[in-house]
């Protein structure tokens, strides 16, 4: 503990800054995602195929759109991609909790999902910009946040959805809503170090450019398999 507490205060405020906030992105969405299907099905009665629906909507906004936040984080740059992607939440899980119609919570849903695919990317692409030389150690730091925050969230969500849901995703919208403030008040801007070349190039070029890397094509069809 004492070592995770010397590395994390070495690094520069916005690392540090980077691995908070994944921490509380983990904690409220942890703490909400795992109990939203019981409340679809128990308390607002719905179809187990609804369920599916609204809950297949937020991955696939998510995971499906990765391509589409990397793209926006290399042309305006990775803070406002953060930004938006916390703030998108913070209105996604507040929604979640105040509708019971379908197409809302589909909506709201999408809005959870997109928000991840917007700061995901970026908080990576900001890390592995800051950590220079230490990008090795600086994700393998983020990591143990990244999964402190999955080993506390469903606990808080357990006690907070034994009280009511809706209390989880008022507390959930409000971790992220605290987020969004931290990240506008104190991380400094960044770009890619490509960025001048990646506007005068189309973004399809960019994704033929990608297309054409065999390596990494192979790579990410490998990592499909953890998302089956």
């Known amino acids: 503990m004492m070592r995770t507490i010397a590395q994390f ?33 128990g ?10 629906l609204v809950l ?7 995971q499906g759109m990765f391509l589409i936040g990397g793209t926006l984080a290399d042309r305006l740059g990775y803070k406002p991609l953060i930004v938006a992607g916390c703030a998108l939440r913070t209105a996604g899980f507040g929604l979640l909790g105040l509708v019971d119609s379908v197409p809302a919570l589909i909506a709201a849903s999408a809005a959870t ?20 030389e230490r990008r090795v150690e600086a994700f393998a730091l983020f990591n143990i946040f990244y ?32 987020l969004s403030v931290l990240q506008v008040r104190a991380l400094p801007q960044r770009r890619s170090c490509d960025t001048a070349d990646q506007r005068a190039n189309s973004v399809i070029t960019e994704w033929r450019s990608v297309l054409a890397n065999r390596s990494f094509v192979l790579f990410s069809l490998a990592m499909i398999g953890s998302y089956v």
């Open 9 to 41: 205060r070495s690094f520069d405020r916005p690392v540090q800054l980077l691995l908070l906030n994944q921490l509380g992105i983990n904690l409220g969405f942890y703490m909400l995602i795992p109990y939203l299907a019981g409340y679809l099905a």
């Open 43 to 52: 308390d607002l009665g719905l179809a187990i195929w609804v369920v599916g």
């Open 56 to 62: 297949g909507v937020r991955n696939f906004a998510q």
């Open 113 to 132: 999902g997109f928000a991840g695919a917007l700061f995901n990317p970026a908080v990576r692409a900001y890390l592995a910009h800051d950590a220079g």
């Open 147 to 178: 999964q402190t925050g999955i080993l506390f969230g469903p606990l808080l969500g357990l006690a907070l959805t034994g009280i009511n849901f809706r209390l989880t995703c008022g507390v959930a919208a409000g971790i992220f809503a605290v």
